[in-house]
């Protein structure tokens, strides 16, 4: 099993990593749970605020701990909203990135759970019926309660708004609707959430407007970027720093410049052996289905939408 996630991690690229990690905060923060109550050791938080990992909207709590504003999008506490946000994040991820690419899907998770977190913190501390988010009121009287949101939801809700603003007439087969056009999918998810924030209170409805914000974020990234602009730009210039500076696993930067002052003295490669037939059509299916994603993406967004990757890759499969 330990080798299978290893696989998943390494080669299924960033909507299997977001997965993952989505599971791995979910089981540290239940390990530590279970640690704290059989030993009574205590560690840093709690697991009312998933040690540390949940935000919040009282802002004193929240200057404690600022990380909190991007730890809470990869953290769960009961397994049912896991389950359910790491499928809707299968089924609007692998449609998302087959179009944007592992970039954009990372950058749309971040900035769309920021949004939620945004939007709900300036409801709950502008809107006086949204001040039971923290304030509980004891024996008649108002006791600041601290309460703590936690999950992917928002960002998930980015992913989701986005890929229906960029394939809005995808047809979807739904149970005992036969097929549904992706935009009223999209659009029955988010009423969900704006008819819930009626029928709920407290922690509930800060939640559900956690969401809209996600939801609005996505819409209005596919939106500004038909008119060329890119609202996550600057994220992804920081994903690419933070990505060029990680070593890989095969050499570290420092033996990346040696081999290029010294490539004349390197050992001749071993020669590879032949390919089977089956690993060539292999190949050129995975070329063929990855060429078709670009010529689409160019023919929805434009040539300029496109990676370097893609750019480069494109530019390769026409010399041939």
Same mark, same amino acid.
């Given at each position: 099993m330990w080798e299978d996630i290893k696989k998943s991690w390494t080669a299924g690229g960033m909507l299997y990593k977001l997965i993952w990690v989505n599971v791995g905060v979910f089981v540290l923060i239940n390990l530590a749970s279970v640690f704290t109550k059989l030993t009574n050791v205590d560690l840093p938080g709690s697991a009312l605020d998933g040690f540390n990992l949940f935000?919040?909207?009282?802002?004193?709590?929240?200057? @404690?701990?600022?990380?909190?504003?991007?730890?809470?999008?990869?953290?769960?506490k009961e397994i049912f909203h896991l389950l359910f946000n790491m499928?809707?994040?299968?089924?609007?991820?692998?449609?998302?990135?087959?179009?944007?690419?592992?970039?954009?899907?990372?950058?749309?998770?971040?900035?769309?759970?920021?949004?939620?977190?945004?939007? %709900?913190?300036l409801s709950v501390n502008i809107l006086p019926g949204l001040h039971?988010? %923290?304030?509980?009121?004891?024996?008649?009287?108002?006791?600041?309660?601290?309460?703590?949101?936690?999950?992917?939801?928002?960002?998930?809700?980015?992913?989701?708004?986005?890929?229906?603003?960029?394939n809005p007439t995808k047809k979807i087969p739904f149970f005992l609707f036969g097929s549904v056009e992706l935009?009223?999918?999209?659009?029955? @998810?988010?009423?969900?959430?704006?008819?819930?924030?009626?029928?709920?209170?407290?922690?509930?409805?800060?939640?559900?407007i956690a969401h809209l914000g996600g939801a609005a974020f996505g819409y209005f990234l596919i939106v500004s970027s038909r008119k060329g602009i890119n609202l996550v730009r600057w994220l992804e210039v920081i994903i690419d720093m933070i990505m060029s500076s990680i070593p890989t696993s095969s050499s570290n930067s420092f033996s990346k410049k040696f081999s290029f002052t010294k490539s004349i003295r390197k050992k001749p490669k071993a020669t590879r052996p032949p390919k089977s037939d089956d690993d060539f059509n292999s190949e050129r299916k995975e070329r063929e289905d990855r060429l078709n994603l670009i010529l689409e993406k160019i023919s929805r967004h434009g040539y300029d939408h496109l990676s370097k990757e893609e750019k480069k890759f494109l530019f390769t499969q026409s010399k041939k």
């Open positions: 935000t919040t909207a009282h802002l004193p709590t929240l200057l @404690y701990s600022p990380w909190s504003i991007l730890t809470h999008m990869f953290a769960h499928m809707l994040l299968w089924w609007m991820g692998r449609m998302y990135v087959s179009v944007v690419g592992p970039r954009r899907l990372l950058s749309t998770y971040i900035m769309g759970g920021l949004a939620g977190f945004v939007l %709900y913190v039971a988010c %923290y304030i509980t009121i004891l024996l008649g009287v108002d006791v600041e309660v601290v309460s703590y949101a936690c999950g992917a939801s928002a960002a998930i809700m980015a992913i989701f708004t986005a890929t229906a603003t960029l935009k009223y999918i999209a659009m029955g @998810y988010v009423l969900f959430d704006y008819f819930g924030i009626m029928g709920n209170s407290g922690v509930e409805t800060g939640a559900r």
